[in-house]
C-alpha cells in the first residue's frame, strides 16, 4: 500500500522565522506529483504547492519552497517569513495516476504561528 | 473561491437514517472525487467518477454509494448512518495531474 508519513504531528514558529514540515512516502512509481495543502480552521482545503517528480528543480510560491529528495522519498515544505495566516494544517498529498488516480493524504501537521 | 461547490453545508440527522450529500464540480472538470475527514484526521479518499464513470475505489463502505450524472454533478448517498460516519466529506474536482480544487465541504452530524 502506499503510504504518506508526517512525523511532526504539532510545530510551531515565531511569526516571520522559517519553519520546515516533513513528509516521507512509499512508492515504486516513477513519474507522480506531490502537493501541500494547507486547511486553516474554515477547513477549506487550499492548494500550498505542487511538485513533478520528473523535475530536479525545487517548486517555489512565493514564501514556500519544496525540498524535493525522489530517491530518499522525502518531500518537506518550508515557509520563509512566517505570517499568523499559515496557521493550519498542512497535508503532504502524492498523487500516482493510473488506478491510484486520486490524492493520497498523511495524517498532516498543525502548525502554530505565534506573535 | 475553488469553483466546487456543495451542499448542504451542514447536515443534523440520526443514526439510521439516509442522506444525500451533492457537489458541483469546476466547470470543465471531467472529474469528481469524494473524500472523508473525521475528526483531527487526515483526508480518506472514497471514490472518483470521470465524466459518469466510475474511476477508483477507496475505502469507502458499501453502506455508501455515489454517482455521477450526465451534467457531471455528482450524489453521495450515506445509508444507515452511524455514529462514526460523523464526519466532514469533500468533493474536489480537477483533470491535470492531481491538482485537486476542493469544495468548502459537508458537516455531517450524526446523533
Known amino acids: 500500500a502506499q503510504t504518506v508519513t508526517q512525523s511532526q504531528p504539532e510545530m510551531s514558529v515565531q511569526e516571520a522565522e522559517t519553519v520546515t514540515l516533513s513528509c516521507t512516502y512509499d512508492?515504486?512509481?516513477?513519474?507522480?506529483?506531490l502537493f501541500w495543502y494547507k486547511q486553516p480552521p474554515s477547513r477549506q482545503m487550499i492548494l500550498v504547492i505542487r511538485?513533478?517528480?520528473?523535475?530536479?528543480q525545487n517548486a517555489t510560491e512565493n514564501r514556500f519552497s519544496v525540498n524535493f529528495q525522489k530517491a530518499a522519498k522525502s518531500f518537506s515544505l518550508k515557509i520563509s517569513d512566517s505570517q499568523l495566516g499559515d496557521t493550519a494544517m498542512y497535508f503532504c498529498?502524492?498523487?500516482?495516476?493510473?488506478?491510484?488516480?486520486?490524492?493520497?493524504f498523511g495524517k498532516g501537521t498543525k502548525l502554530s504561528v505565534k506573535p | 473561491d475553488s469553483g466546487v461547490t456543495q451542499t448542504p453545508k451542514h447536515l443534523i440527522t440520526a443514526t439510521g437514517q439516509r442522506v444525500t450529500l451533492r457537489c458541483s464540480p469546476r466547470?470543465?472538470?471531467?472529474?469528481v472525487y469524494w473524500y472523508q475527514q473525521s475528526l483531527d484526521q487526515g483526508l480518506q479518499f472514497l471514490i472518483q467518477?470521470?465524466?459518469?464513470?466510475?474511476?477508483a475505489k477507496g475505502n469507502i463502505l458499501e453502506r455508501f454509494s455515489a454517482q455521477q450524472f450526465p451534467d457531471l454533478h455528482s450524489e453521495l448517498n450515506l445509508s444507515s448512518l452511524e455514529l462514526g460516519d460523523s464526519a466532514l466529506y469533500f468533493c474536489?474536482?480537477?483533470?491535470?495531474?492531481?491538482?485537486?480544487?476542493f469544495g468548502e465541504g459537508s458537516r455531517l452530524t450524526v446523533l
Open positions: 474536489a474536482s480537477g483533470d491535470r495531474g492531481g491538482e485537486l480544487f
Open positions: 512508492t515504486s512509481e516513477n513519474n507522480y506529483y
Open positions: 511538485q513533478e517528480a520528473y523535475k530536479q
Open positions: 498529498a502524492p498523487y500516482y495516476g493510473g488506478s491510484q488516480g486520486n490524492l493520497i
Open positions: 466547470s470543465g472538470d471531467l472529474s
Open positions: 467518477y470521470y465524466n459518469g464513470e466510475e474511476r
